[in-house]
């Protein structure tokens, strides 16, 4: 195959009732492509739509020229792995055996967890500075530990793209770096929605935003976050400057609202 969608994720003017109104976006193999946008913009319906666990209305999604849609749902799951923004409750499993799920797309459905199945898991644990929890029950896990446990779970899953929902959700800052560090060095095609500006900026390559269900603007952080685009998307005045030791831009608030809000779509 030819063309932009040949390799890589491609989506094409995927939309969902009126939650999402035609996003395209494109990220290159090995890319890390973020999704930044307010409250209800869409990000969690758009990844959702990726994942798989909420119908495309409109458009569809290429993976190295391969609609998702379809693709089986088990098919789907060996091809892409997930970081929810809300997770299912926390199963009555140990965090080893939590992860270790992670390896079912790739398995029969009687097939038990293996000698090996079970040594991923350990590493994925081992990577996400939880390799001491291994042998713990999942809900006596605090909150930021859940949220790495289930990115300990999308690793083993050995995916070609991850769908991130937050990741940093719940992480001190630490273990946010950590999270988005190791996303990085995996190499694997990554979409994820952040809140955090600073953080997009020094992790993603590229920069999507989503307003009211439509993605407005794309491009590198130095081409996206700049102060006009982070008033007219969130209201808020900023000053974007370039980190003094990275030279990565870097975004800082100033605490009062701008006069009259929201003002334009870019
Ligand atoms: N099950 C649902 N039924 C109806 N509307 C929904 C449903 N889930 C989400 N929405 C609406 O769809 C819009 C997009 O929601 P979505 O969760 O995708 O936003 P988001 O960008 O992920 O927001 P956040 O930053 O708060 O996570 C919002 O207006 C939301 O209220
Ligand atoms: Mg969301």
């Given at each position: 195959m030819t063309g932009p969608s040949a390799t890589g994720l491609s989506i094409e003017g995927l939309g969902h009732?009126?939650?999402?109104?035609g996003a395209h976006l494109t990220a290159r193999p090995g890319e890390t492509v973020g999704l930044i946008g307010p409250n209800g913009s869409g990000k969690t319906t758009l990844l959702r739509c990726v994942y798989g666990t909420l119908p495309a209305t409109s458009g569809r999604i290429l993976l190295d020229g391969t609609?998702?849609?379809?693709?089986a749902p088990r098919d789907r799951a060996r091809r892409v792995a997930t970081v929810p923004q809300d997770p299912d409750?926390?199963?009555?499993?140990?965090v080893r055996e939590l992860v270790a799920l992670g390896r079912s797309p790739h398995k029969r459905f009687w097939e038990g967890d293996t000698a090996e199945d079970l040594a991923r898991a350990d590493a994925a644990l081992d990577r996400v500075g939880?390799?001491?929890?291994?042998?713990?029950?999942?809900?006596?896990?605090s909150g930021g530990e859940r949220r790495r446990a289930l990115v300990a779970r999308a690793l083993v899953q050995g995916p070609e793209l991850l769908v991130l929902d937050?990741?940093?959700?719940?992480?001190d800052i630490r273990h946010q770096l950590d999270v988005l560090a190791l996303v990085r060095t995996l190499g694997t095609t990554s979409l994820l929605a952040l809140h955090d500006l600073n953080l997009a900026a020094a992790f993603c390559d590229r920069i999507y935003v989503l307003e009211a269900g439509r993605v407005v603007t794309g491009g590198t952080p130095a081409e996206v976050l700049t102060p006009a685009l982070i008033s007219a998307v969130y209201g808020v005045d900023a000053e974007v400057a370039p980190h003094?030791?990275?030279g990565v831009p870097t975004v800082l608030y100033l605490p009062s609202p701008v006069p009259g809000q929201k003002t334009s779509t870019m």
């Open positions: 009732a009126d939650r999402l109104r609609d998702l849609a379809r693709l409750p926390d199963p009555d499993l140990t939880l390799g001491g929890l291994a042998d713990r029950l999942c809900p006596t896990l937050e990741p940093t959700n719940h992480l003094p030791r990275t």
